[in-house]
């Protein structure tokens, strides 16, 4: 029987938004993330000749065959490397609070990426893991690792993975304020690709992130989460712009986004260490100190439900459950 694998969701600090190449998933820029312990994916995947082909059973329901896309072009760079060809039953359950509708691609094709490649009988380091996570969904290649991770952009395949950066084990963690009036979102992939291809601020966004992503890992050395949250709540802010001057425009901001950015610049004024980033949605995290959590939280519940407010700290890479 194979073993179920598990792997966490990272949050972006420094945003990968804009691929180089479509087909490999190679983007224009180094992103960086942290790994976070509250939303995982567990998945278990067995090669069965006796299947007519690849299915998915996510969260217990099976999935339709147009769904596949990202898992089968996991599954395939798989079967070619394993010399294999038997079509594959991949069941996969999202640990995602409910209420949150949290993308959690991240976290499904890191698992998905771990849990193949082991039932294939490939043994792949973290680096292959990575690459082959990648071709999944971008994002998901840092999920490799637990902590702040740097996926390196490269030039191809090869050259194109997640690398470590810091373990985080220490007075950082994120604060999730999940805003219910989810309006039809555009999917970072179609968002990003029609930024890239329209957008006025785009080449403006690009020329910043070198700067941007030294500064993060200085501050990451130093253990400063003020200078982390203060560079990823300009980056985000930066990335989001660029969606406003595309063609057609559009923004993953709602009211409820920006009230509850107001919220967190409030805290700021309160004196916590409190900064916002965004992804391809309306929810806001909020990069803080674990130490001020609690305070965090309090002040929050005046102007949100309790279950909008979701803690997070930074997540371990992927492993596999023994049991
Ligand atoms: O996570 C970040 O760096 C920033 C974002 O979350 C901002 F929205 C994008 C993630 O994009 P992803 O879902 O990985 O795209 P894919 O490669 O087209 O599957």
Same mark, same amino acid.
């Given at each position: ?94 640990? +995602?609070? $409910?209420? &949150? ?7 499904? !094709?890191? %698992?998905?990426?771990? @849990?193949?490649? #082991? =039932? ?75 930024? +890239?291809? $329209?957008? &006025? ?7 910043? !992130?070198? %700067?941007?992503?030294? @500064?993060?890992? #200085? =501050? ?88 909008? !407010? ?14």
């Amino acid at each position: 029987m194979t073993k179920w694998v598990r792997a966490h969701t990272n949050i972006a600090l420094i945003k990968y938004w804009g691929k180089e190449n479509e087909e490999l998933i190679i983007p224009k820029n180094n992103s960086l993330s942290l790994t976070l312990d509250a939303f995982y994916t567990d998945t278990r995947v067995t090669f069965d000749q006796s299947l007519v082909e690849d299915e998915l059973i996510l969260d217990g329901e099976k999935q339709p065959h147009s769904a596949l896309g990202k898992v089968q072009t996991v599954l395939n760079s798989v079967r070619e490397q394993a010399g294999i060809t038997s079509p594959a039953l991949v069941e996969s359950i999202n640990h +995602v609070p $409910t209420a &949150a509708g949290l993308a959690s691609s991240a976290s499904g !094709l890191a %698992a998905l990426a771990g @849990a193949a490649s #082991q =039932a294939a009988g490939l043994k792949l380091s973290q680096e292959e893991l990575s690459k082959l996570a990648r071709r999944g969904s971008g994002s998901a290649s840092r999920s490799i690792y637990g902590g702040f991770a740097e996926w390196i952009k490269g030039t191809d395949d090869a050259t194109s993975f997640a690398v470590p950066v810091d373990d985080a084990n220490w007075d950082i963690g994120m604060l999730f304020i999940i805003v219910n009036d989810a309006v039809k979102e555009v999917s970072s992939r179609d968002g990003m690709k029609r930024t +890239v291809e $329209t957008s &006025a601020f785009y080449e403006g966004w690009l020329k910043t !992130l070198d %700067a941007d992503l030294k @500064a993060m890992k #200085q =501050a990451i050395s130093e253990k400063n989460v003020e200078s982390v949250g203060q560079i990823a709540e300009r980056n985000a802010l930066k990335m989001h712009a660029t969606t406003l001057a595309a063609n057609p425009p559009f923004t993953y901001w709602t009211a409820e986004s920006m009230k509850a950015m107001d919220a967190v610049r409030a805290l700021r004024k309160k004196g916590f260490t409190a900064y916002f980033t965004m992804d391809a949605g309306p929810n806001v995290k909020i990069v803080c100190k674990q130490s001020e959590m609690t305070g965090i939280k309090d002040f929050l519940l005046t102007h949100f439900e309790a279950d909008q !407010l979701i803690e997070a700290r930074p997540g371990p890479g992927i492993h596999t459950l023994e049991q």
